[in-house]
C-alpha cells in the first residue's frame, strides 16, 4: 500500500459517479463561499490569467467541462462565446441554471461526466475545464473525450493545479527574519490518486468556516511530464503553456495570496486539435 490517505484498492474503484458524490456535497458550500468573495485565488489572479491566455472567442461555440456554479462559464458568454456547460454535480448545476435565469447569458447547462460527454462528435470550436481535470479519475479519458467533441481545428484550454508544487510533501522554508523563502516539495513522482483533502478558502471568516463545512476533494496527482504525455498521446497539439500568479497590488491588498510570487501554484495548458 502507497503512503498516503487512500490504498490502491480504494484509488482503483473510485470512479466518476463517486467523485461526483463528494463535489454535490461540496458544492451549497462552495457556491455560497465562492459567490461571497472568498475564492481570492481563482477571482484575482487564476481566472484572469486564464482569460488572458485565451484566444479569441467570440461567435464561437464552446464547453465548459466540469463548470462548478458556473462563475467562469458566464466570464467566457461575457465575451461573446456561445457557452454550453457541464457538471457532474446536480447542485451545481441548479445554482448555475439559477444564475442564467437572474442574469441570462443565454447558456445552456447540462448534468453529465467529463468522461462521457453527451454531445456527439465534432460539436465545439473550443473547449474549456477550470480546475476541474484534476479532480477526475482517468484525465486520459476526459481528454479523449474533449478531443472527440471538439471540431477539427478547435482547442482545449484547461487549468491544474500545479503539478511540480502540489505535491504529496510540501512545506515552506523561512529565512533569518522568518519570511517564507523557498517551499520545499517531495513525492513528485508519487502518482497518486482518490485521497480526499480537507479544506476552505483560507480567507473565510471564522463565523463562516463554522457555518460551513470543509470541502473534501478528491484528488488525483500526475507529473507534469504524464499531463504533456497524455495530451500528445490524444492527438492534441500543445499550444502555449501559462503560469498566473498575482500582481504586487493584489498581494497589497490580499496579502496571503504573496506565496503565489514565490512558486506557482497554478498551470494553464493550450493544446489544439489538428485540423
Not at 442574469?103 to 461526466?113: A, E, R, W
Amino acid at each position: 500500500m502507497l503512503p498516503n490517505s487512500c490504498g490502491w484498492d480504494i484509488i482503483n474503484c473510485m470512479d466518476d459517479r463517486e467523485v461526483g458524490k463528494y463535489w454535490d456535497e461540496n458544492a451549497r458550500a462552495w457556491t455560497d463561499l465562492s459567490r461571497l468573495g472568498y475564492d481570492i485565488c481563482r477571482d484575482q489572479f487564476n481566472t484572469p490569467g486564464f482569460v488572458a491566455m485565451l484566444p479569441e472567442v467570440k461567435g464561437l461555440e464552446g464547453l465548459d467541462i466540469g463548470c462548478g456554479e458556473g462563475s467562469n462559464t458566464r466570464i467566457f458568454a461575457s465575451l461573446g462565446a456561445s457557452m454550453i456547460a457541464l457538471d457532474i454535480s446536480p447542485t451545481f448545476i441548479g445554482a448555475a441554471k439559477a444564475m442564467e435565469q437572474e442574469k441570462p447569458l443565454g447558456i445552456k447547462y447540462v448534468l453529465g461526466s467529463a468522461l462521457d460527454l453527451p454531445f456527439e462528435d465534432s460539436s465545439f470550436d473550443f473547449c474549456v475545464a477550470t480546475m476541474s481535470f484534476m479532480d477526475i479519475p482517468g484525465p486520459e479519458k476526459a481528454l479523449v473525450e474533449a478531443f472527440r467533441v471538439l471540431k477539427p481545428g478547435g482547442f482545449l484550454q484547461f487549468s491544474i493545479t500545479h503539478p511540480c508544487f502540489d505535491t504529496p510533501v510540501r512545506f515552506w522554508v523561512f529565512d533569518e527574519d522568518g519570511n517564507k523563502k523557498a517551499l520545499a516539495v517531495g513525492g513528485y513522482f508519487d502518482e497518486l490518486g482518490g485521497d480526499i483533502l480537507e479544506w476552505i478558502f483560507a480567507v473565510t471568516p471564522q463565523e463562516l468556516k463554522d457555518k460551513y463545512p470543509k470541502f473534501k476533494t478528491p484528488c488525483f496527482r500526475k507529473t507534469l511530464g504524464s499531463w504533456i504525455n497524455m495530451i500528445v498521446d490524444t492527438g492534441f497539439i500543445v499550444e502555449r503553456l501559462g503560469e498566473p500568479r498575482p500582481t504586487e497590488e493584489v498581494c497589497e491588498k490580499y496579502p496571503s495570496l504573496a506565496d503565489a510570487r514565490l512558486v506557482s501554484l497554478f498551470l494553464h495548458i493550450r493544446a489544439r486539435k489538428p485540423g
